[in-house]
């Protein structure tokens, strides 16, 4: 039975249908992110877990719990934000030890437990200090702390990283998910950055306008969009606009070139997909499929070279990596890009 | 050119204010033919009325100011965290005691509070008491409400609010814990403005017959020539140590506390 169980949930402001028949189930200790451009409704998913919303319709149940009637401080969340919460009269000790205080935890249980946490997010020496003495990515270390330290059942973050600077952001979803595996904690995350979520998670959810289009591993996400908004949110794509020849052979006919994808396709036009990493540059084994384009910008970004090819009317993009005895090829070069049919994702819609 | 006139402008105004207080204090000093003396505040300290109605009006002040507090911290939070869009309508209702006089405020209780009334709480001393308090706190508002919600703008009411619940803590919780605390300087500010309204109160203390220290010190100008301009000097330096606590409030605040 999964731990977290969300069902046909439904939320409308007015007349705006913020969340649309949503389903997840989130297995005890795993790793979910919901990732969605702006306004596609996470926070609002994620609001409706922590109380802090009610649904319009729908259930979410907590190891077979249904919370719905429960108020916040009645669910047992620990919950990030993205904007520092930290409470500003109170220290790093007393903001981490805040969740134990409420629940009455005597005091050499709380101070163990805090001097715990304070070691868990690499600063233990900082109990002493305010929250505005504190970079950025302390103060959201310590907000994990707090989060953590009345040991709830789940654990809801809301962009936490997006406040900050480039670096102290990887160092940080690096250190976030090791306590997460560490804790064994069910968690559900919210992001809008791709990366993150990809690099991150156990399951991914892409949400757009308040629906969850895909579910799945961030590998089979990448790799196996279910919708063309996946494929075009996720990662850079490629989009050739290809006429169905042959719908039982699947052959098509992409910029002037007749082509076998060796599988059926429904008539008409269709719309192929493209990472550029499965393009090549010039021939390569495995990929026997041959485009003929030009090339119409060049980058040259160090070890590796970003390229611009037109293929007809459409445009590719691939990376090279750069090869010290050989110059990168010039705007205007004709050139033949290989790929695999297997590669050649097929968009529906 | 300018800059001359603003200086002509601010050494009238002094003149405008300072004039009157040296004058106050160098009479209050002439008690004494022919010498200086403190001799009308000897006087004046010496009066048991003077003690007692200051004490009193101390009194009432502490009481307005602690039930000012439960009443407007709890409601701005409230309007903040659930209805930021009555706001304005909030802010108009508190500025209503600046444009009705007090003596239609107190009128309007002991017309609805008299003895034959329902609630006769003129009909005690301690009923006017509290009838007196509940006046002193309307006129107060006006400050009180503007202080504190000027504090609650420092922080993220909602979001603080929201961690605090999601760490279990319930209403009361996290207004003592979280919301008071960040909104103190605030409402300290408040608090002295209160202090300083209470203490020199006249129209409402006197219709309802309260032996508070705003009528005391009437009546002692009524009747005496010296003593009224030392009891004003030192009114005045109630007042101004007030503001002075404020300040120094404010500024020991910012020095040691989180701003974000
Ligand atoms: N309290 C509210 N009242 C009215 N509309 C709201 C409210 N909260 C959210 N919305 C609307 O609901 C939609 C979804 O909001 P939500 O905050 O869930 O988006 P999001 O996916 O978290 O976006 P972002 O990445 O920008 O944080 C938005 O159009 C937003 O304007
Ligand atoms: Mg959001």
Known sequence: MPFLEIARLEKSFGALRVVRDFNLAIEKGEFVSLLGPSGCGKTTVLRMVAGFEAPDSGTIRIDGQDVLG???????????????????????????????????????????RVDEMLR???????????????????????????????????????????????????????????????????????????EEALSMSDRVVVMNGGLAEQVG??????????????????????????????????????????????????????SLALRPEVVSLGPAPGRDLRLAGRIAEVHFLGSVIRMRVAVGSDHVSLDAFNRPDAPPPAVGEAVELSVSPRDLLVLEG | MTRAFAWIAFALGAIYFFLPLIGTVEFSLRMLRGQYSFEAYRRVLAD???????????????????????????????????????RPLIEFITLLPLVIPAIVIVFGYIRLFNTSSILPLTGSAMGTNVLLMFGYATLALPYMYRAVDTGLRAIDVRTLTEAAQSLGAGWVTILARLILPNVLVAVLSGAFLTFAIVIGEFTMAALLNRPAFGPYMQLLGANRAYEPAALAVIAFAITWACMGLMQLVTRFQKHTRAQR
């Open chain 1, 217 to 270: 591993d961030p590998h089979e996400i990448y790799n196996r969009p279910a919708t063309r908004f996946v494929a075009q949110f996720v990662g850079t794509l490629n989009v050739l606009e290809a006429e169905v020849t042959d719908p039982a052979a699947g052959r098509v006919r992409l910029a002037g070139q007749e082509i076998a994808l060796g599988r059926p396709l429904p008539p008409g036009r269709a």
């Open chain 1, 70 to 112: 429960l108020r916040p401080n009645q669910r047992s969340i620990g919950m990030v934000f993205q904007a520092y919460a930290l409470f500003p009269n109170l220290t790093v000790a007393q903001n981490v030890g805040f969740g134990l205080k409420v629940k009455g935890t005597g005091r050499a249980e709380m101070d163990a």
């Open chain 2, 48 to 86: 048991p009325r003077f003690l007692d109605t200051l004490g009193y009006s101390v009194a009432m002040a502490v009481a307005t100011i602690v039930f000012g507090v439960l009443l407007v911290v709890p409601t701005a939070f409230w309007v903040r965290l659930k209805m930021p869009r009555i």
């Open chain 1, 120 to 194: 868990l997010i690499g600063l233990p020496d900082l109990g002493q200090r305010y929250p505005f003495q504190l970079s950025g990515g302390q103060q959201q270390r310590v907000a994990l702390a707090r989060a953590l330290a009345p040991k709830p059942q789940v654990l809801l973050l809301d962009e936490p990283l997006s406040a900050l600077d480039a670096k102290v952001r990887v160092s940080l979803r690096n250190e976030i998910r090791a306590i997460q595996r560490d804790l064994g904690i069910t968690t559900l995350f919210v992001t809008h950055d791709q």
